[in-house]
Nanobody, 116 residues
Framework: QVQLVESGGGLVQPGGFLRLSCAAS????????MGWYRQAPGKERELVASISSAGSATNYADSVKGRFTISRDNPKNTVYLQMNTLKPEDTAVYYCNARSWAAHYWGQGTQVTVSS
């Protein structure tokens, strides 16, 4: 069955960094656009970054441009989110998303907390 398993979240101080990973299985990973979303308490889920199926095009929320980098390794069926210069407002549950014209999948999420 389809699985998206996120890892790499945790507690980090402001200015620190984390690297999230999302391991995919059960579908043709290289045919799907992948994205990272986040949801903070009391707020709606928002798109953080996305990457095209081949990895040639990326898109970022204005709030993370210049700090976060999305990448993918199609042979490993994995998408990454490198998060640098983290801020308290980056605190949220981060979700991995896979999207094609035919289907749409979500992971269970990983908590990222930025606090001193």
């Amino acid at each position: 069955q389809v699985q998206l398993v996120e890892s790499g979240g945790g507690l980090v101080q402001p200015g620190g960094f984390l690297r999230l990973s999302c391991a995919a299985s059960g579908f043709t990973f290289s045919s799907y656009r992948m994205g990272w979303y986040r949801q903070a308490p009391g707020k709606e889920r928002e798109l953080v970054a996305s990457i095209s199926s081949a990895g040639s095009a990326t898109n970022y929320a204005d709030s993370v441009k210049g700090r976060f980098t999305i990448s993918r390794d199609n042979p490993k069926n994995t998408v990454y989110l490198q998060m640098n210069t983290l801020k308290p407002e980056d605190t949220a549950v981060y979700y991995c998303n896979a999207r094609s014209w035919a289907a749409h999948y979500w992971g269970q999420g990983t908590q990222v907390t930025v606090s001193s």
